[in-house]
């Protein structure tokens, strides 16, 4: 192990640590090292195979062990050679999928056998070990691990800004934890248990697997090594052994009882040296021989090296026996192959302890209780805050007294009797209220809140100025329109031509659409937009002060879309991310289309993003809503386990579920048995002797569909004379006062029908009145239900609509059941299977349907019935609260959430294997602070920083988003001024060698940015380069890496497959540039062009099979380019050659920043270059030779041509730090992220200047 130290700071800091390890191995196979974390389920896994391993075994199985470049010292293991990276599988990892050469990307066999590329991260920390004749047993690494010290998880972390003004630098702990595993490769080997674990589910599996293989036998004779393993022989006369195996010398531990006692035995006869490797084989064969197991791989144990990150040296712990401990010549510590005992699993062997004594507490308390939602109550319960703008409360003042009085409302959201929910949580709930009172002073104020709290209610106030801007202005006249599905242009028709005196309290005199230059006028939406935010801030402020780490809070509908994003600005003000956060909304979400016509729009998109879950009451609300995210902010989503949709967002998934509510049960069944229910459905059923009741209760608004409802009627009664004197319909129209234009126009229009059918057929076939508020009193509402036969639903667009629901369970007892006729763009469409369906627009159909729910025998009627009375009568509001946060919390623990600064997050007990390596991963994976980049920048004189361009100095916007502000079109755009002027600054610093490594033509990168003196400029993803402009040229020379491709061949048949998909193709268009030729579709529509750009792929696969390329599918681009061509071996030439100037002075200092896919290469070769130095020089690979594309001479003291094939530098024991950062929070090779390019800018402008930059708070469209 190196100590490259003597300055103070340890951000960023490259450590290089070897490791060593005893194992007695069969000829052909070799020791790895890994880290911990092998890979990710949610990116490869399945239902069946939750691990992937099965992906990761075939191809290991049919392709040879190989020792390619990946990144990281001593190559990758046995994938072959990648040949497609798809952005669309990746966007969850940063990593690609890959398909093997001549493969159809879109056949099911792909399915099965496709991988990650041998960049992946549980291959990238794949390291080779070694050894010889004269250290056997011993293998070591051939190079030293990277490791790169960053700082831990910092409370203080906010999400506008990337440092902050904190004085301490340094990390909280001065040790350093490495996590670490060993794993044996037998290349071309296979077995029965093809992971060296356990069987899969069922042999059919394995079945697939081994057809996939190309069976290569390793003759018993080499497996001499392993004493007394007992091989499995094959047909041939051979042994079977596995592909990859992991140690795990805590198999018995992790076996069921009857596997336990046998594997125990098993072990006991075999050493802890040599035949350990043997005996975990052989427990394993065994163990498939007696039945299935499966064990998931990122579970294993792990091994744990503690260094001290001032010394760089390993810590030893005061329990440690320095005697049992060996070590090699160079002072590495010796681990033992399956050595349970080992000193490196003691971190392993505590942490297994204290979660199994966790488990065997959550068993006991389990047992104890039967309810769906086990909490244990040793601990607090867990609080919950109920954020709403409308309080579920209804609150009057006595007029005699003036006392204040509040009891609970008819809502989802309230508080309810016997509460399994209420039982598990804290609730509080917090809003504003509606009085029938007028609230006059402080005093009426101040009693209110004493009232609500007793009723654990926080109620907010706000100016009415304010108030009715907010409500009657922006989320009545603009959100709920548009989340209806009305278009802009359906706002000039008088039912929804904005009310812009909405918010007045006086008559319509002026301001009206008829005042106004245009309908257009936006003058008062921009008030009512600032009055939204002002209220949501407040509703944020407010709730951030109550709250503590581990509360949930769960913000209700639209009113309070941008709480979540406001939320989280203020948990950051104060350092630390308190809550999980859900937002439900309970109204429709529109299609995109519509959606896109809000100019706030995206704002309020990425204000709802920030919550951790996003619910709706059906499946095409959440559809619409993830179009939205598609369209708009370019955000794909992903199925998660357990049925749930998941979208990317920051670095973070949010989940996206879908949940049904119904009545409470208890509540109606009460309501039925009350005196005045009883007594006004015998009144109805006498008022309307003789008569079958119609039933209908409808807010008075046009999106009701009552005048369609009314028309239908009338039409019934028009053309079948003979229901006129048996039918009535009872229509009761709420007038809340929230839209008050559209409902005076409405309840105009309504009043306008029933006279006409009045008029015509008599006063007694229909019974309207209209009822002012929001709600008809509940048992009003059960009475009718009781006396009616039908219930009539027209909605034009409506959300969660109880009264269905209601209707359906008030049907109980009844001889002959109601039926419901509801309409296809309600909410219950997809609830209420027994309902009968209509469209209100189809008269002809609606006539039909009504015709047969009054005519439908009993034996249909109550057939109907049962098919919805269990889930109405079982799915009240508690058990939907429950679901929601079992989603909850079954995906944050799921998804690793380790931002959450909470008890729960804090402790590892219950947490599995895999879910607490991911968290300490996590925890690693800090945001980039400037002040630890400056600090190692000022401290070293050779340094390279390498920057991408699109996304990263220059801000682009997301491919999947369907308007976009510019187009990958033939000209790029450039960085802001002071990126450029920063840019000047560093290349004039000899110290410094910077280069831009774009994917575009060398054409457009040097228009863009070839003008910057001292600047060098890579473009293809490296192909080709020029070295830094020299100070008063204008003319640059290009250089060109060879690749070895007939790069005119590959482009003649990729040119005619392209040609044709352009044609096809609205928007796309065809790149050319040194070694790629790109096919674009970032300009057309996001769904389409994704479609076409897999279609593509596969054309172009088959075609081009014969030459030696790949295809890259990244930022709207599909691309061909030579297989061995990525942007890590620019960036390892530029290390190389700048290490080698001033007689190899070596480099102390990498700035490396990119944004996507492509730029993972550049990461892992920086950690590559530092891992090869004055490390294995025979091993090296060299860089491609150089070919020159243009005239001109290179400046002698900058020479790019002297990357020398041993590189033994002279800063042995100088500091080195390496910064290799994401731009974009996402799954990634690099050590640090910053959250998109203008953190960038930020960073580039303080290093250059010392002064701290705003381009955050600057506007977005100073990056374009």
Not at 120 to 126: E, G, N
Not at 162 to 181: A, I, K, L, P, Q
Not at 652 to 675: G, H, I, L, N, Q
């Amino acid at each position: 192990m190196e100590d490259n130290s003597t300055n103070n700071s340890t951000v960023g800091r490259v450590v290089r640590v070897h490791l060593a390890c005893r194992a007695h191995l069969p000829i052909g196979s070799s020791l790895r090292v890994t880290g911990s974390h092998l890979w990710d389920p949610s990116e490869s896994g399945s239902a069946s195979d939750m691990s992937g391993a099965r992906r990761v075994v075939a191809i290991t199985g049919r392709d040879a062990y190989t020792a390619g470049d990946s990144g990281f010292a001593g190559g990758s293991l046995g994938i072959g050679a990648p040949n497609v990276v798809n952005e669309v599988e990746a966007a969850a990892s940063g990593e690609g999928t890959m398909t093997p050469m001549g493969r159809n990307v879109a056949s099911p066999e792909n399915a099965l056998i496709g991988v990650h590329d041998s960049h992946a991260p549980y291959y990238v920390s794949s390291v080779e070990m070694v050894t010889s004749p004269d250290t056997y047993p011993i293998w070591r690494t051939r190079r030293p691990v990277v490791l790169v010290l960053t700082d831990k998880k910092s409370k203080r972390e906010s999400v506008d800004d990337m440092d902050d003004d904190d004085d301490d630098d340094d990390n909280d702990s001065t040790v350093f934890h490495h996590n670490y595993r060993y794993l044996v490769v037998t290349p071309g080997s296979e077995t029965d248990s093809a992971h060296g674990l356990g069987r899969f589910d069922s042999d059919s599996d394995m079945d697939d697997i081994n057809n996939l293989l190309n069976k290569t036998k390793i003759s018993s004779g080499s497996l001499s090594a392993l004493n007394n393993f007992p091989l499995t022989s094959n047909d041939n006369g051979g042994a079977e052994f596995p592909v990859a195996l992991w140690e795990n010398p805590f198999l018995s531990e992790q076996a069921d009882d009857d596997v336990m006692e046998d594997s125990t035995r098993e072990m006991s006869t075999y050493s802890a040296s040599g035949s350990s490797f043997g005996a975990l084989t052989a427990s394993v064969m065994g163990n498939s021989q007696r039945g299935k197991r499966q064990i998931v791989l990122e579970d294993l144990p792990y091994r744990t090296l503690n260094i001290d990150i001032n010394t760089a040296s390993f810590v030893r712990s005061e329990n440690m026996d320095k005697d049992t401990l060996e070590f090699t010549d160079d002072g590495v510590i010796i681990d033992n192959w399956n050595g349970h005992n080992d000193v490196t699993f003691d971190a392993y062997r505590l942490r297994e302890g204290l979660r199994k004594a966790y488990q065997e507490r959550a068993t006991d308390i389990a047992a104890d209780g039967d309810s769906d939602m086990v909490i244990d109550t040793q601990k607090p319960r867990k609080r919950i805050f109920i954020v709403c703008y409308h309080l579920p409360v209804i609150v009057s003042k006595d007029p005699e007294t003036g006392e204040w009085m509040a009891c609970w409302a008819e809502s989802i959201l309230a508080r309810t009797a016997n509460s399994a929910f209420v039982s598990s949580f804290d609730p509080h709930w917090v809003g504003t209220c509606t009085t029938s009172s007028p609230i006059e002073n402080e005093v009426d104020r101040q009693a209110l809140r004493t009232l609500l709290a007793s009723m654990d209610c926080t109620v907010l106030f706000f100016d009415e100025k304010v108030r009715d801007a907010h409500y009657k202005g922006f989320c009545k006249q603009v959100l709920w329109m548009v989340f209806h599905h009305v278009d802009l242009l359906d706002s000039r028709d008088p039912a929804f031509g904005m009310d812009f005196n909405a918010t007045s309290t006086e008559k319509y005199t002026d301001g009206t659409l008829l005042d106004l230059e245009s309908p257009w006028d936006q003058r008062q939406i921009v008030k009512w937009w600032e009055a939204f935010n002002l209220v949501n801030r407040t509703f944020a402020v407010e709730v951030t002060k109550m709250v503590q780490p581990d509360d949930v809070v769960w913000v209700h509908d639209y009113h309070l879309s941008l709480l979540p994003r406001m939320m989280s600005e203020e948990e950051a003000k104060i350092g630390s991310r308190l809550t999980k956060k859900i937002f439900y909304l309970h109204i429709p979400f529109p299609v995109s289309m519509i959606f896109k016509e809000i100019e706030f729009g995206a704002t309020v998109l990425e204000g709802i993003l920030h919550a951790d879950i996003v619910g709706f009451h059906g499946f095409t609300d959440a559809r619409h809503f993830l179009s939205s995210a598609k369209r708009i902010l370019g955000l794909s989503h992903d199925s998660l386990e357990g049925g749930l949709l998941g979208v990317k967002y920051k670095g973070r998934t949010v989940v996206v579920t879908m949940s049904s509510v119904s009545v409470e049960p208890e509540m109606v069944d009460a309501v039925m048995d009350f005196p005045t229910t009883i007594s006004g459905a015998a009144e109805l059923k006498s008022k309307h002797s003789g008569r079958a009741i119609i039933a209908g209760v409808d807010v008075a608004q046009y999106l009701s569909g009552v005048s369609l409802k009314l028309a239908t009627y009338g039409r019934l009664l028009q053309d079948s004379p003979s229901w006129r004197d048996k039918l009535v319909l009872v229509q009761r129209c709420l007038i809340p006062g929230a839209r008050r234009l559209d409902e005076a126009r409405t309840i105009r229009e309504i009043r306008g029908i029933v006279s006409q059918i009045k008029s015509k057929y008599g006063d007694g076939v229909i019974d309207y009145e209209e009822v002012y508020g929001s709600s008809m009193p509940i048992d009003q509402r059960v009475a009718l239900w009781r006396a009616a036969d039908c219930l009539f639903s027209a909605d034009v667009r409506g959300g969660l609509n109880m009264m269905p629901l209601e209707f359906v369970f008030a049907q109980k007892g009844k001889d002959s059941p109601g039926i419901v006729i509801a309409s296809e763009f309600s909410g219950v469409f997809s609830i209420l299977n027994g309902a009968l369906r209509i469209s209100p627009y189809d008269m002809k159909l609606t006539l039909a349907t009504v015709d047969r729910a009054l005519t439908m025998s009993k034996q249909e009627r109550e057939g109907r019935h049962l098919r919805d009375i269990d889930f109405v009568s079982s799915s009240g509001s508690d058990k939907w609260i429950q679901g929601v946060l079992r989603d909850l919390f079954d995906q944050t623990e799921s998804l690793g959430d380790g931002e959450i600064d909470s008890e729960e997050n804090r402790s590892s007990e219950g947490k599995s294997v895999g879910a607490f390596l991911a968290t300490a991963q996590e925890e690693q994976f800090t945001r980039l602070r400037s002040k630890s980049v400056i600090s190692a920048y000022k401290s070293t004189s050779k340094r390279v920083i390498v920057l991408d361009f699109n996304g990263t100095i220059v801000l682009k916007q997301a491919v999947d988003s369907y308007l976009k502000r510019d187009s990958a079109g033939s000209t790029m755009d450039a960085p802001p001024t002071d990126v450029i002027n920063s840019l000047r600054v560093l290349c004039a610093d000899p110290k410094n060698t910077v280069f831009v490594v774009s994917g575009d033509n060398k054409e457009n990168v040097e228009q863009a940015i070839g003008h910057i003196p001292g600047l060098g400029l890579a473009a293809s993803n490296g192909s080709c380069f020029s070295p830094p402009l020299r100070e008063g040229s204008s003319y640059r020379t290009w250089l060109a890496l060879d690749l070895g491709v007939d790069w005119a061949s590959v482009e003649g048949v990729a040119l005619r497959i392209m040609a044709k998909f352009t044609a096809r193709t609205n928007g796309s268009f065809i790149k050319r540039a040194h070694s790629s030729i790109g096919w674009s579709y970032y300009s057309c529509d996001p769904e389409f062009g994704s479609l076409q750009a897999k279609y593509l792929v596969i054309e172009l696969e088959r075609e081009l099979a014969a030459f030696d390329v790949r295809f890259v599918n990244l930022k709207g681009i599909v691309e061909v380019i030579p297989r061995k061509l990525n942007k890590g071996i620019i960036v390892k030439k530029i290390l190389r050659d700048v290490a080698a100037r001033n007689n190899n002075a070596g480099v102390d200092f990498v700035l490396c920043m990119g944004d996507d896919i492509s730029d993972e290469k550049m990461f892992t070769s920086v950690f590559s270059f530092v891992s090869e130095m004055n490390e294995d020089y025979s091993n090296v690979v060299p860089s491609p030779p150089v070919i020159q594309l243009s005239q001109g001479t290179l400046l002698a003291s900058q020479p790019f041509l002297l990357e020398k094939p041993v590189l033994r530098c002279n800063n042995q024991n100088e500091q080195i730090y390496a910064f290799t950062v994401s731009v974009g929070k996402k799954e990634s090779h690099a050590s640090q992220y910053v959250d998109d390019a203008r953190d960038v800018a930020d960073l580039l402008v303080e290093l250059s200047s010392g002064k701290r930059a705003s381009f955050r708070r600057g506007t977005e469209d100073e990056m374009h």
